[in-house]
């Protein structure tokens, strides 16, 4: 039972980490919130890591009976998740934000940022819910689950440390090392996309 609960909370945190990308999150987060108080700076990384919690949670819950529902197969989830997750990679490769340049705009006009766009779509966007629905039909046990419900609420709390000690690790790296950072997770993250469209297209074939 131990090592079950265990695996499935790494097996989670292992998996949604470098889709999530807590670390690419940061340079986003603090030039939302240059010009705001630490207080404020302090409530927001609260809320958007509980936004995020709550967001994947939903997700992992709601995800396989909507499958179910719709009669679609464990190889077409993985494909289609394995796609999401390559063009999230790649927008990490190539520099390319997750959000749009509007998007940025109103944000630095929201009084909260911590739902949008900070939790969605900048963290737990479709990859990452791509990705804890995938988990969600490879657990069969209560004692699974409560693994990655584990592992999703550590998430948030890595996240959480990182929006509030973020200003030292960008002043560390500088905006040029957290790029070079995020291109090579973006890589690892590509690679990691291409062996879910392979699973997924193994998968079919069995069944056909």
């Known amino acids: 039972m131990g090592h079950s609960l265990l695996s499935f909370t790494l097996m989670t945190l292992g998996a949604l980490f470098p ?43 709601v995800g396989k009976p909507i499958l179910n529902f719709l009669g679609m197969s464990l190889g ?39 739902f949008t766009p900070m939790a969605i779509p900048m963290i737990s966007g479709p990859g990452a819910i791509g990705v804890v629905i995938g988990l969600a039909t490879q657990t069969h046990e209560r004692i699974e689950q409560l693994g990655c419900a584990i592992g999703v609420a550590l998430l948030g709390l890595i996240l959480y440390l990182f929006l509030v000690l973020g200003e030292p690790l960008i002043e560390k790296f500088g905006v040029t090392g957290m790029g070079a950072f995020n291109r090579i997770l973006g890589f690892l993250i590509l690679a990691i996309a291409v062996q879910l469209v392979a699973d997924g297209v193994l998968e079919l074939l069995k069944v056909s």
Not at 87 to 113: C, G, S
Request: with cysteine; hydrophobic share 45%; proline share 5%.
């Open 19 to 61: 889709i999530a990308n807590p670390i690419g999150a940061v340079p986003f987060f603090y030039s939302l919130t240059v010009n705001d108080s630490p207080r404020y700076r302090l409530n927001q990384a609260r809320k958007t890591a509980l936004n995020v919690t709550c967001v994947l949670i939903v997700s992992f819950l």
């Open 76 to 114: 077409v989830l993985r494909i289609a998740g394995g796609l999401i997750v390559a063009h999230t990679a790649w927008e990490m490769v190539t520099a390319h934000p997750r959000v749009t340049t509007q998007e940025h705009h109103e944000a630095i006009d929201k009084e909260d940022i911590s």
